[in-house]
Protein backbone atom coordinates (compact mmCIF):
# COMPACT_ATOMS: atom_id res chain seq x y z
CA UNK A 1 0.00 0.00 0.00
CA UNK A 2 1.19 3.44 -1.01
CA UNK A 3 1.27 6.14 1.50
CA UNK A 4 1.58 9.87 0.58
CA UNK A 5 2.90 11.58 3.84
CA UNK A 6 3.63 14.72 2.11
CA UNK A 7 2.75 16.95 -0.87
CA UNK A 8 4.41 19.97 -1.22
CA UNK A 9 3.71 22.86 -4.38
CA UNK A 10 6.75 24.74 -4.78
CA UNK A 11 5.65 26.07 -8.23
CA UNK A 12 6.67 28.39 -9.42
CA UNK A 13 10.43 28.53 -7.41
CA UNK A 14 13.62 27.05 -9.73
CA UNK A 15 13.70 23.70 -9.36
CA UNK A 16 17.01 23.60 -7.21
CA UNK A 17 15.91 25.93 -4.80
CA UNK A 18 12.51 23.84 -4.65
CA UNK A 19 14.06 20.78 -3.91
CA UNK A 20 16.61 22.37 -1.62
CA UNK A 21 13.90 23.22 0.05
CA UNK A 22 12.21 19.42 -0.24
CA UNK A 23 15.29 17.83 1.02
CA UNK A 24 15.63 20.49 4.14
CA UNK A 25 12.26 19.17 4.89
CA UNK A 26 13.11 15.26 4.94
CA UNK A 27 15.98 16.35 7.02
CA UNK A 28 13.90 18.02 9.72
CA UNK A 29 11.35 14.65 9.72
CA UNK A 30 15.13 12.91 10.33
CA UNK A 31 15.07 11.08 7.54
CA UNK A 32 18.77 9.94 7.20
CA UNK A 33 19.23 10.36 3.41
CA UNK A 34 22.81 8.73 3.56
CA UNK A 35 21.54 5.49 4.34
CA UNK A 36 19.28 5.71 0.94
CA UNK A 37 19.28 4.27 -2.32
CA UNK A 38 18.01 7.08 -4.82
CA UNK A 39 17.20 7.39 -8.28
CA UNK A 40 16.65 9.81 -11.12
CA UNK A 41 14.23 8.77 -13.73
CA UNK A 42 14.28 11.20 -16.41
CA UNK A 43 17.97 13.21 -15.64
CA UNK A 44 18.49 15.03 -18.59
CA UNK A 45 21.92 16.92 -18.02
CA UNK A 46 21.24 16.90 -14.47
CA UNK A 47 21.46 20.70 -13.97
CA UNK A 48 18.04 21.24 -12.97
CA UNK A 49 17.70 20.01 -9.14
CA UNK A 50 19.60 16.57 -9.74
CA UNK A 51 23.06 18.35 -8.82
CA UNK A 52 21.41 19.17 -5.02
CA UNK A 53 20.42 16.22 -3.93
CA UNK A 54 22.58 13.64 -6.10
CA UNK A 55 25.59 13.78 -3.30
CA UNK A 56 23.49 12.95 -0.02
CA UNK A 57 22.50 9.01 -0.58
CA UNK A 58 24.24 6.02 -0.01
CA UNK A 59 24.09 5.63 -3.76
CA UNK A 60 22.67 7.44 -6.61
CA UNK A 61 21.54 6.22 -10.42
CA UNK A 62 20.60 8.59 -12.76
CA UNK A 63 18.33 7.33 -16.09
CA UNK A 64 18.00 8.98 -19.43
CA UNK A 65 16.93 8.35 -22.63
CA UNK A 66 19.12 11.09 -24.30
CA UNK A 67 22.17 9.51 -25.18
CA UNK A 68 23.90 13.28 -25.80
CA UNK A 69 23.68 13.73 -21.77
CA UNK A 70 25.64 10.48 -20.83
CA UNK A 71 29.23 12.30 -21.05
CA UNK A 72 27.84 15.79 -18.76
CA UNK A 73 26.27 13.18 -16.49
CA UNK A 74 29.30 11.18 -15.94
CA UNK A 75 31.43 14.53 -15.00
CA UNK A 76 29.05 16.13 -12.87
CA UNK A 77 28.34 12.98 -11.01
CA UNK A 78 31.27 10.79 -11.07
CA UNK A 79 29.90 9.01 -8.24
CA UNK A 80 26.23 8.11 -10.14
CA UNK A 81 25.48 4.97 -11.91
CA UNK A 82 24.43 6.34 -15.43
CA UNK A 83 22.36 4.22 -17.32
CA UNK A 84 21.36 5.52 -21.00
CA UNK A 85 17.67 3.92 -21.08
CA UNK A 86 14.13 4.49 -21.54
CA UNK A 87 13.02 4.30 -18.67
CA UNK A 88 9.25 3.43 -18.63
CA UNK A 89 9.98 0.76 -21.31
CA UNK A 90 13.13 -0.71 -19.07
CA UNK A 91 10.01 -0.67 -16.25
CA UNK A 92 7.71 -2.34 -18.30
CA UNK A 93 10.14 -5.77 -18.80
CA UNK A 94 9.02 -8.38 -16.81
CA UNK A 95 12.03 -9.05 -14.27
CA UNK A 96 13.26 -7.93 -11.28
CA UNK A 97 14.78 -4.17 -10.65
CA UNK A 98 16.70 -3.16 -8.14
CA UNK A 99 15.05 -1.38 -5.75
CA UNK A 100 15.28 2.52 -4.30
CA UNK A 101 14.43 4.42 -1.07
CA UNK A 102 13.89 7.76 -2.80
CA UNK A 103 12.70 7.98 -6.24
CA UNK A 104 12.57 11.52 -7.95
CA UNK A 105 10.19 11.85 -11.40
CA UNK A 106 10.53 14.75 -13.51
CA UNK A 107 9.61 14.46 -16.85
CA UNK A 108 9.32 16.69 -19.47
CA UNK A 109 5.83 19.13 -19.31
CA UNK A 110 4.64 17.43 -22.64
CA UNK A 111 4.25 14.37 -24.53
CA UNK A 112 7.70 13.16 -25.24
CA UNK A 113 10.05 9.92 -26.30
CA UNK A 114 12.11 8.98 -28.87
CA UNK A 115 9.38 8.30 -31.30
CA UNK A 116 7.78 10.84 -34.05
CA UNK A 117 4.00 11.17 -31.98
CA UNK A 118 6.01 11.51 -28.88
CA UNK A 119 5.33 7.98 -26.82
CA UNK A 120 4.79 9.02 -23.38
CA UNK A 121 3.02 12.23 -21.73
CA UNK A 122 3.79 13.82 -18.65
CA UNK A 123 3.51 11.07 -16.08
CA UNK A 124 0.88 9.10 -17.12
CA UNK A 125 2.48 6.07 -18.26
CA UNK A 126 5.53 6.26 -15.26
CA UNK A 127 2.79 6.14 -12.30
CA UNK A 128 1.92 2.86 -13.05
CA UNK A 129 5.13 1.46 -13.14
CA UNK A 130 7.30 3.04 -9.85
CA UNK A 131 6.38 0.36 -7.65
CA UNK A 132 8.45 -1.95 -9.77
CA UNK A 133 11.02 -0.13 -8.09
CA UNK A 134 10.17 1.05 -4.93
CA UNK A 135 11.08 -0.17 -1.70
CA UNK A 136 8.88 -1.88 1.29
CA UNK A 137 9.20 1.88 2.11
CA UNK A 138 10.12 4.59 -0.48
CA UNK A 139 9.73 8.45 -0.84
CA UNK A 140 8.62 9.19 -4.59
CA UNK A 141 9.12 12.64 -5.48
CA UNK A 142 6.81 13.32 -8.94
CA UNK A 143 7.28 16.89 -9.96
CA UNK A 144 4.26 18.21 -11.23
CA UNK A 145 3.30 21.46 -12.46
CA UNK A 146 0.31 22.50 -11.23
CA UNK A 147 -0.23 25.04 -13.85
CA UNK A 148 0.53 24.10 -16.95
CA UNK A 149 1.46 26.35 -20.20
CA UNK A 150 2.03 25.53 -23.47
CA UNK A 151 -1.09 23.69 -24.92
CA UNK A 152 -1.31 25.79 -28.17
CA UNK A 153 2.33 24.52 -29.01
CA UNK A 154 1.22 20.92 -28.31
CA UNK A 155 -2.82 20.16 -29.39
CA UNK A 156 -1.68 16.51 -28.37
CA UNK A 157 -0.49 16.98 -25.29
CA UNK A 158 -3.29 18.89 -24.57
CA UNK A 159 -5.51 16.01 -25.93
CA UNK A 160 -3.71 13.18 -24.26
CA UNK A 161 -3.56 15.44 -20.77
Sequence with gaps: MLEITMVLDF??????VAMEELIQNLTNLK?????????ELFGNDGSSHTFVFANRFKSIEIWEVDQKFENKLKKKFPYAKIRIIDSIKFLERDFNHDKFDFIVIDNPMNIFGLTSDGSYCEHFEIIKLVKKIMEKKSIVIFNVNTSPYGYDKSPMWK???
Design 31 to 39: IELSTLNAV
Design 11 to 16: YPKPRG
Design 159 to 161: KRR
